[in-house]
Each structure stands twice: as structure tokens, then as C-alpha cells.
């Protein structure tokens, strides 16, 4: 496939001008390959969303939401272009391919939402905990995972909860 | 003390031992003994994954990877070393005086600001943001602001845009004179040190008469700048441009053609273009291969096509290069803000919507409606669209990125920053395989990693 050639999967024009594509999961690296090859020379950024508790977000038609998002930027140097593919990862089968084989800089971006959101990348050299201790439980920036506070004494603070 | 499980309600519970904090562990991030290591995982150590989806193999002969793990040492450099910037932590094993390998075990500063984000409105990201890289606090605020702004569809006021550029260079230059006295530091230069300090010093000077504060400025905001600039800024500024043009000619004649530090930099950490593009390297690092990627010239923000400056590149992708880039973009940002001070119009800057724009302090006491517009927007915050938006713009240290998921309320749904240096750092095992231990540290400084941005 090149560019040339509408893609498969639902496209809408995003707020800065780039590309936002919605492709399923199980086409998601094969996309990424093919827009490689169509002269996206760089993947700038993976990231992923939590979208607990805001499910009626705006997807076009045929784009069933679910839990989890993987968001991944392509850049093309030679178009000056960006693209954005938005991937829907289910809650129950939390993984999704990784684009190492692609990008290898997808590597630290990965582990960082595998990290924090504790969605798996399937194919990823090294997947294991990046900005959390590695025996830390839980995965911090989904919406189900509290906040957190620290107790602060300020005067005849009681003793340990 | 035992680390048991920590759900939200374990954080912070005092332990047995009285201890605040529980004792933690990086093994699995850390390096291993090559045996345990997996194959992909010992190829990215070395450098050598690059090279793998092109179909290219590994190069056994330039450097040894079957050697017997008993004669090699697999030792730590950080996360207390002054030469990594910060907690940066490094592994390396070593055959002698040669690095085999490398992995870097980061996370030491992680203080989860893309979390604090989503409890903090818009009003307040900026100071949150601000935070993230602190040697360019301007760029971070701008990224942010420029984010929120494309959701509201708020336009900025003229003067507003031209003042954010001022001082988004102004920015530039400081970060680059600490990168030039860190760097110099690094290689043994203590006066280069004192020198980027020194001039750094004159900006921070104009940031505090501007804005109120050093660093972590919390100046661009949503909707414009949070003061005008000074009287007689003009002045300032030129005397800020005028000096530090005439000592970049000094540091030259101290670093650019001194022998030593040629030797410390040249043909040191090199990088091919490829390389660079396929680790998603962006700033002076992909620059210095030759690629004359420039966010601010390739994809214009702000009014950058409406001046006039050069993008510095390299040839080799070496320290060196990338030393050249830094003190050329120095004085590429001192003839931007030139024709910035030439070119500020007058007006507003900010936006003069009320619902973006707190109102002024004088209103306050006259307008019952403004009144409102104040206590609303200081308690509640204004509420921006839903929707998603990613906006990048050039930082000191390369592509800087906000992608902002709002659900119409007045706080981010998601914040993920895109910082270079997080990314950038994914280079460090393949600059340094088969080099000497002591270049280790140059090419740590030259890479310019700010670790509040790479743990966030």
C-alpha cells in the first residue's frame, strides 16, 4: 500500500492539519509498515489513554470504542507531514503489537505505557517497567488507580493511620 | 521492610521501621549477566537493533559479543555521578577500558506529572508543566498553552506571539550556555563552566524582570503571556545580544579550536542519519547527522517564517558536531530575537476573552461580572472542548510534544508529553558501544538529557 492509496481503515483530518487514522488491532503494525514505507521516516511518539469513565468520545462510524488507546505519531521529514494512528485495545486482552520491528526509538516509548498503563506489547525486546521501582503494583496513570497522597504532618498530627 | 502490595490506600503508610518510603527495586530494568540476557534484548544493549529490521546483520567482528561474561565487568555509572546530569543511571559492561554495553535505568525523578496534570485545570498545567524540562521552562509552557489554545480556538493576540518567541529564544540560548558549561565541565574546561553560567545568568536576570522567577517562569499561558514586558526592554534585551554574540567569539578561541577538546569530541559518538531517524532522534542529535530538521523551519509555529535564520547541521554526527550546532544555534537565536525586537507590535498580550482571561485587578472591584470571571476561573477553571490534539514545537534539546485528550471539563482528560530527551536517551548504547569509559561522559553531555523531562 502507499499513500497513494486511500487506506483501509477510517480517516478524519485532526485539529493541526495531520492525519488521524483509526486502524484495528490486528492491522495496526502492518498500517504503521506501510506509511514507513510511504516515507514516514520517524514514529516521534506511543503513548497510550485511559478512556474510563469517558467512553462517548467522537470515533467515526465503525470504530467501536473500547477501554484503552494506543496513539502512535508518524512524522514524514520529506512531506512535512504528520500522521496519527489511534488503535482500540480492549480492557479483557490488554496487548497490542509492538512497532519495534518498525521504529526501534519505539522502545522507550513503549515500556513507558506498558509501565504506566500496563498495556502489553507483543514483540517488544525488553518489556518491563521504565519510570516505576520494578516491583511497584499497579499501573499509575490509568483512571482507576488512585491518586495518592502523602500524609503531612503539620502539628500534633495523629500517629500512623 | 517488606514491600507488600500498594494499592492508592498503601501509599505513604508509615511501615514497621517508621520509615516514610518503602524500599523498592530495578532489577529487571537493570542490565544482566550476558546469559541471561535475550538476544534482542543484548542487541539493543550494544547498539545493534538498528540495524536489524533492515535486514543488516550484526558485526561480530566490531565488536566481541561471544567474550565469556568472566572476563568482562558489568559496573554502574550513577545515578549519583556528576557527569549524568541529574539521576540518570547508567550500566556498563566493560572489557577494560572499552564499554561492551549499555543500558540506561532511568525513573529516579519520576514524580508522575502526567498524572498531577489530570488533576490540575488548565489554568494551573502551565505551572505543572513548567517543571518538566527546567533548563527550557518557556518551551514546555508553550507546547502546553499552544495545545490548550488549538482545543479552545482562542486566537493570540500579535504582541502575545511575537513576546513568547522572544523569550522561547532568549530560553534557547540559556539552555544552550548551561549545555556549554556542563559540557565544558565534563571535559575538564572548569572556566567554560563559569563562563555558560555567567551568561546564562544575564538571561535568567531578564526572565525574573519579565515574569517574576529564574526558572519554572509559569510566563506563557493559555490565551497569551502572563505580563507584558517590562519598560526598557528593549534595551535589555540588546545589551543580553550584544554580549553574549561577543563571547560566543571567546568560546571559541577557549573550546572550537583547542587541541584537547578536539580530541575529546571529534569522531566521538557518532550517528548516521538513518540511524538517528529510525530511533526517532530529533534536535541537535538528528541535526548533527545532517538532516536539517528544524520544527521551527519545517513546520512554522508562531511567526518563524517570518524571520530570518539559518538551521545549523553537521556532517559526522560526533560530539563535536554537535557542540558546533549548540554554539551556532546560540547565535542564530540572538539574530531571531534581533528582528523580534525590531518587529513587536503593539497590543494586547493576551486574549481578551473573558472566559480564557482573568479579568483585571482593577475590574474586579467595579464589574460584578467580572468578579464571576474571576472566581470562576481561579476555583473552577475554564472548560475546553472535547477532543484530542497533539502539538509539537522545537525545543533546545529537539521535538517537544503535547498530546492533550480533553472531556470538556476544566481539567486534561490526558497529558502525555513527548519530551526529546527521553527519546534522545535511547541513543546512548549505540553512541557509546566499543568507546572508551572517559568518552562515556561526553557523549552523556553532548546527548543533553534534562532528567526532569526524561522521568517526568
Not at chain 2, 171 to 182: E, G, I, K, P, Q
Request: charged share 25%; hydrophobic share 40%.
Amino acid at each position: 500500500m502507499t499513500l497513494a492509496q486511500a487506506p483501509s481503515y477510517p480517516v478524519v483530518t485532526g485539529l493541526g492539519g495531520e492525519t488521524v487514522g483509526f486502524v484495528a488491532r490486528e492491522d495496526y503494525v502492518e498500517a504503521v509498515r506501510a506509511l514507513r514505507d510511504a516515507g514516514y521516516e520517524m514514529c516521534v511518539d506511543v503513548c497510550a489513554v485511559d478512556y474510563l469513565g469517558h467512553p462517548g468520545r467522537d470515533l467515526p462510524d465503525g470504530v467501536a470504542p473500547e477501554r484503552f488507546e494506543v496513539v502512535a505519531n508518524l512524522l514524514s521529514l520529506s512531506k512535512k507531514e504528520r500522521t496519527r494512528l489511534r488503535v482500540q485495545v480492549p480492557e479483557s486482552d490488554c496487548v497490542v503489537d509492538s512497532l519495534f520491528s518498525c521504529y526501534p526509538g519505539t522502545e522507550a516509548m513503549e515500556r513507558e505505557a506498558f509501565d504506566l498503563f500496563g498495556i502489553g506489547f507483543i514483540g517488544h525486546p525488553d518489556l518491563t517497567r521504565i519510570l516505576m521501582p520494578d516491583d511497584w503494583e499497579g499501573h499509575p496513570l490509568r483512571k482507576d488507580y488512585g491518586v495518592g497522597r502523602v500524609p503531612v504532618q503539620f502539628k500534633d498530627a495523629p500517629g500512623p493511620r | 521492610m517488606t514491600t507488600g502490595t500498594r494499592d492508592t490506600a498503601d501509599v505513604g503508610r508509615v511501615g514497621s521501621s517508621g520509615a516514610l518510603i518503602a524500599e523498592t527495586s530495578e532489577r529487571g530494568q537493570e542490565m544482566r549477566r550476558r546469559a541471561d540476557t535475550l538476544p534482542d534484548e543484548l542487541a539493543r544493549e550494544t547498539g545493534a537493533v538498528l540495524r536489524l529490521p533492515e535486514g543488516i546483520v550484526l558485526d561480530a567482528n566490531s565488536i566481541d559479543i561471544e567474550r565469556p561474561s568472566d572476563e568482562t565487568m558489568i559496573i554502574n555509572m550513577g545515578p549519583q555521578h556528576p557527569s549524568t546530569h541529574g539521576v540518570l543511571r547508567l550500566m556498563l559492561e566493560l572489557d577494560g577500558e572499552f564499554v561492551l554495553r549499555t543500558k540506561s535505568v532511568i525513573g529516579y525523578l519520576h514524580t508522575g506529572m502526567e498524572k498531577t496534570a489530570e488533576e490540575l485545570t488548565y489554568v494551573q498545567g502551565a505551572t505543572n508543566v513548567t517543571r518538566m524540562d527546567y533548563l527550557s521552562p518557556i518551551t514546555n509552557e508553550l507546547a502546553f498553552s499552544m495545545a490548550v489554545e488549538s482545543l479552545l480556538g482562542v486566537t493570540v493576540p500579535e504582541r502575545a506571539i511575537w513576546i513568547r518567541m522572544l523569550m522561547s529564544e532568549l530560553n534557547r540560548m540559556s539552555s544552550h550556555l548551561v549545555w556549554m558549561a556542563t559540557n565544558g565541565m565534563d571535559v575538564g574546561s572548569t572556566s567554560m563552566m563559569i563562563y555558560g553560567l555567567r551568561e546564562r545568568e544575564m538571561i535568567l536576570a531578564f526572565f525574573e524582570k519579565t515574569a517574576g522567577l529564574r526558572m519554572n517562569l509559569n510566563y506563557v499561558r493559555p490565551g497569551g503571556v502572563a505580563a507584558d514586558l517590562p519598560d526598557g526592554w528593549e534595551d535589555d534585551v540588546e545589551i543580553i545580544c550584544d554580549t553574549i554574540e561577543a563571547r560566543t567569539y571567546e568560546y571559541d578561541e577557549l573550546l572550537t579550536g583547542q587541541q584537547i577538546f578536539h580530541q575529546r569530541m571529534e569522531g566521538v559518538g557518532s550517528l548516521t542519519a538513518e540511524e538517528a531517524l529510525a530511533l526517532g532522534l530529533t534536535g541537535p542529535l538528528l541535526r548533527s547527522t545532517g538532516v536539517p530538521w528544524d520544527l521551527r523551519r519545517a513546520m512554522p509555529y508562531l511567526h518563524y517564517d517570518d524571520v530570518e535564520f539559518d538551521v545549523i547541521v553537521g556532517t559526522y554526527g560526533d560530539n563535536f558536531d554537535r557542540y558546533a550546532i549548540r554554539l551556532n544555534e546560540i547565535r542564530e537565536s540572538i539574530r531571531i530575537v534581533r528582528q523580534v525586537v525590531d518587529k513587536m507590535p503593539a497590543g494586547d498580550y493576551r486574549t481578551q476573552d473573558a472566559k480564557v482571561t482573568p479579568p483585571p485587578r482593577g475590574r474586579i472591584d467595579a464589574s460584578m461580572e467580572a468578579l464571576i470571571h474571576h472566581f470562576k476561573l481561579f476555583t473552577e477553571g475554564f472548560r475546553v472542548p472535547a477532543g484530542e490534539v497533539y502539538t509539537a514545537i522545537e525545543s533546545p534539546r529537539g521535538e517537544i510534544g503535547m498530546y492533550l485528550v480533553s472531556d470538556n471539563s476544566s481539567k486534561p482528560f490526558r497529558l502525555h508529553v513527548r519530551g526529546p530527551s527521553f527519546v534522545n536517551l535511547q541513543a546512548v548504547p549505540l553512541l557509546m558501544r566499543g568507546g572508551l569509559m572517559s568518552d562515556t561522559v561526553t557523549v552523556i553531555s553532548t546527548i543533553d538529557p534534562v532528567m526532569g523531562e526524561v522521568d517526568r
